[in-house]
C-alpha cells in the first residue's frame, strides 16, 4: 500500500504528456493517440508497446480532452460495500437514475469491505476515464483509510475526474473531494427522543461499531438526547454488535438473558432491528407491549415488519441523486464542498409507552 502512494505521488502535482508516452514507446504521437482512443486499428505489437510505456508512467487521457474530440465517455462509477443491502442499493439507484437522465453510464462495484478491491476498482475506473468516482457508506476512519482516500482524490483529479464521497465525511477538509452526506446525529438524536417522550427510560442502542463514521454520530445522538432529558452518562447503554440482522438477533437474546431492566431498544439500522424483532418473539415477548423498537433508514420493508418499525427516514435515493448533480452542477466548487441532507422520523406501530411492571416479575406470556 505504501508503495502504491509513492509511486503514485508525482501524478498528482505534474500530469504525464502524451509526448513523454510516445518517447517512451518509441512512436509517434499521433499512434499513441490512435492506441489510447482505442478508434483506429494499430499492429498489436505496437499497441502493446504504447500500453505498457502508458501504465510505466502512469499515464492517463485527459479527461476534457478527450471529451472534445468526441472520445469521451460520460460515465459515473459507483462503490459500495455490497449490492444486498437495502441502503446501498437505493443509493446506487440514485446515482444511476441520475446520471441516466443525463445520458451517463453509470457502472457499480462492490468491494465486500476489502481495501485492495477499492483501491482497484477506482484505479481501473480512473484508466476508463470515469468523470465521477462516488464512494458510499460509513466507513472505520483509521489512517490506512485517510491515506488511502487522499490518494484517490489527488490521482483523479490529477486525471481530470472527481472523487465524490456520499454517506461519510472527508477523512481531510484540504483533499479534492466533494462530501454528501446526510445528518446521522441529528436522526439519532429525533427517534431517541420520540422514545423519551413514550416515557422510556432504559433505552439501549444495538448495532454499534466503533470507529464507523455513520455507526459513532448516530450513538452520539442517542447520547445527547438522554442527557438532555436529565440522565446520567450511565444510562446510556450500548452494544456494540455490529450491522446485520444476523448481529441483531445473536445481540437481542443474549441481552434479553443478562439485562431485564430495558424497555426500547434503539437498533443501529433497520436489518439490526429486524432481527431484534424476531429474537424478542422467540423469547415469548411482545413488541410494543413489552419492549419498544426503533430502527434506522426505513428501508422499503420496514413497514413490512411485524409490527410495522418506527424507523428514521434517511434520504438513500436522494443522496445517490445529490452526489452526482451537485459534483456535475459546480464542478469547479464542488471540490471540498460539504452538503448534508436532513433526516426525519416515520412513526408507526412498533413503539409504545413501558409497562408498568418489569419484566421478570410478569412471567405469563406463552413461550
Request: hydrophobic content about 45%; some cysteine.
Amino acid at each position: 500500500m505504501g508503495n502504491d502512494m509513492a509511486e503514485a505521488e508525482p501524478t498528482a502535482k505534474r500530469r504525464v504528456t502524451i509526448r513523454e508516452v510516445a518517447e517512451r514507446a518509441g512512436v509517434s504521437m499521433a499512434t499513441v493517440s490512435r492506441v489510447l482512443s482505442g478508434n483506429h486499428p494499430v499492429p498489436a505489437s505496437t499497441r502493446a508497446r504504447v500500453l505498457r510505456a502508458s501504465r510505466d508512467l502512469d499515464y492517463v487521457a485527459n479527461a476534457h480532452a478527450r471529451a472534445l474530440v468526441g472520445g469521451g465517455r460520460k460515465m459515473v462509477a459507483v462503490v459500495l460495500r455490497q449490492v444486498t443491502s437495502p441502503f446501498y442499493a437505493q443509493v446506487a439507484e440514485g446515482v444511476e437514475a441520475e446520471a441516466a437522465s443525463r445520458g451517463w453510464l453509470c457502472l457499480v462495484g462492490t468491494t465486500g469491505g476489502d481495501p485492495q478491491r477499492e483501491l482497484e476498482f477506482v484505479q481501473l475506473m480512473r484508466e476508463e476515464g470515469a468523470r465521477l468516482v462516488i464512494l458510499v457508506g460509513g466507513v472505520v476512519e483509521d489512517d490506512a483509510y485517510r491515506e488511502r482516500v487522499a490518494h484517490y482524490a489527488q490521482a483523479l483529479d490529477s486525471a481530470g475526474a472527481r472523487l465524490v464521497l456520499c454517506g461519510r465525511p472527508a477523512p481531510d477538509p484540504d483533499i479534492p473531494a466533494l462530501v454528501v452526506e446526510f445528518d446521522n446525529e441529528a436522526g439519532a438524536h429525533a427517534i431517541t427522543g420520540h422514545l423519551l417522550s413514550a416515557g422510556h427510560r432504559g433505552i439501549v442502542f444495538l448495532g454499534g461499531l466503533p470507529g464507523n463514521t455513520a455507526l459513532d454520530a448516530r450513538v452520539a445522538g442517542y447520547r445527547a438526547a438522554l442527557a438532555e432529558h436529565g440522565l446520567p452518562p450511565e444510562a446510556a447503554h450500548v452494544v456494540d454488535c455490529g450491522l446485520g440482522r444476523a448481529a441483531g438477533h445473536r445481540a437481542m437474546a443474549q441481552l434479553l438473558k443478562e439485562t431485564p431492566d430495558f424497555t426500547a431498544v434503539f437498533a443501529g439500522d433497520d436489518m439490526v432491528a429486524a432481527g431484534a424483532l424476531r429474537a424478542i418473539t422467540e423469547a415469548g415477548l411482545r413488541v410494543p407491549d413489552d419492549i419498544s423498537v426503533v430502527g434506522y433508514n426505513d428501508i422499503p420493508l420496514a413497514e413490512d415488519f411485524n409490527p410495522p418499525l418506527t424507523t428514521v427516514r434517511t434520504p438513500a435515493e436522494e443522496l445517490g441523486r445529490a452526489a452526482v448533480r451537485i459534483a456535475l452542477r459546480d464542478p469547479e466548487h464542488a471540490a471540498g464542498a460539504h452538503h448534508l441532507l436532513g433526516t426525519h422520523i416515520v412513526v408507526r406501530d412498533s413503539v409504545q409507552p413501558p409497562p408498568q411492571a418489569p419484566r421478570d416479575a410478569a412471567p405469563d406470556h406463552p413461550h
